[in-house]
């Protein structure tokens, strides 16, 4: 029961943002060009200050640990290179695979990965998950730069995925706060509370957008590629990396960690990254929704599983 609740407790404010976007639509409180601009002002501003916060106060040199790191980066990239080839085998449209492909290989770990590791360990095990953040969250948004610039049809070479990649605004606020880090370079107190206040509104504005644009009479046109997406993200990419994992000998925080890495719903800035780039919203708000919904089964069925065997 522990387990589920920490699962619920995860997901459900999640939901709770979604549906306050969805019957703040309802209700006409703006029409598809307000949220439009409201999405592109939350990718440009919130977001961008969400991962300079993260990454500017994650205590990295507490919790460094080279062989977590390294395993890391490799599965991340051997996720995403997996779902790439995948998709491209089993969809055709460039807009869909665009949002499949990292709809499977992006976490949600900015919401799931602190929260879950505290309620589990305590705050003073937090540092490892917070470094897992560190490391993780700017690698999966240089990937879905990267995918989505790709898939844009309006690139003219690798210079051009390489110059979105380098003005996207979210990999200019951790380079900006490694940056900071790197240098020891303090923040006024004012500006840093400013920057934490204005960066915790990304996450709630996001899903707020993404209720209010969903809708629920198109989920059927785009059941199969919903079906590849969500089972993708929730069933396929756990089942292969968390056993890798275990056998590799990752053990207590940093099994939990990765396993919510793995495991957990697809990132909600997908969708506005998504949207931004101009490729399927609408499909990448029914991946966000559906697997963040049955992510409040497989998340529990996972953790429940390692506190049985002890591994966690």
């Excluded at 994650?58 to 390294?70: M, R, S």
Aim: overall charge positive; aromatic content about 10%; charged content about 10%.
């Amino acid at each position: 029961m522990e387990n589920l609740l920490i699962s619920v407790n995860a997901v459900l404010p999640l939901m709770l943002c979604m549906a306050a976007g969805y019957l703040a639509r309802r209700m006409k409180f703006g029409d598809d060009a307000f949220y439009i601009k409201c999405n592109s002002f939350c990718f440009k501003v919130f977001m961008p200050l969400m991962m300079f916060n993260n990454i500017y106060h994650a205590d990295l040199k507490t919790a460094f640990q080279p062989d977590l790191i390294l395993f890391t980066v490799l599965s991340v990239l051997a996720v995403a290179a997996a779902a790439f080839i995948i998709v491209r085998l089993l969809v055709k449209d460039g807009s869909r695979r665009a949002v499949l492909t990292q709809g499977i290989f992006r976490s949600n770990y900015v919401i799931f990965g602190l929260p879950v590791a505290i309620n589990v360990y305590g705050e003073g095990h937090a540092a490892t998950a917070a470094l897992l953040s560190a490391v993780a969250v700017p690698l999966f948004n240089v990937l879905a730069v990267f995918t989505l610039e790709y898939y844009s049809g309006k690139r003219t070479g690798a210079l051009s995925v390489v110059k979105g990649v380098l003005t996207n605004p979210l990999i200019l606020g951790a380079l900006a706060a490694l940056l900071f880090q790197a240098l020891s370079i303090p923040l006024p107190q004012a500006v840093d509370s400013a920057v934490a206040d204005l960066g915790d509104a990304a996450t709630p504005l996001a899903l707020a957008i993404l209720g209010a644009t969903f809708r629920f009479g198109e989920v059927r046109k785009n059941l199969r590629w919903l079906a590849i997406g969500v089972l993708g993200k929730l069933l396929v990419v756990p089942l292969v990396m968390i056993p890798i994992a275990i056998l590799l000998g990752f053990r207590e925080v940093a099994l939990l960690s990765l396993t919510i890495l793995f495991a957990s719903p697809t990132a909600v800035s997908s969708f506005t990254m998504a949207e931004a780039a101009g490729h399927d919203g609408e499909l990448a708000a029914q991946q966000v929704v559906f697997s963040s919904v049955f992510s409040l089964l497989t998340v529990f069925l996972w953790i429940y599983a390692l506190k049985s065997f002890g591994l966690i």
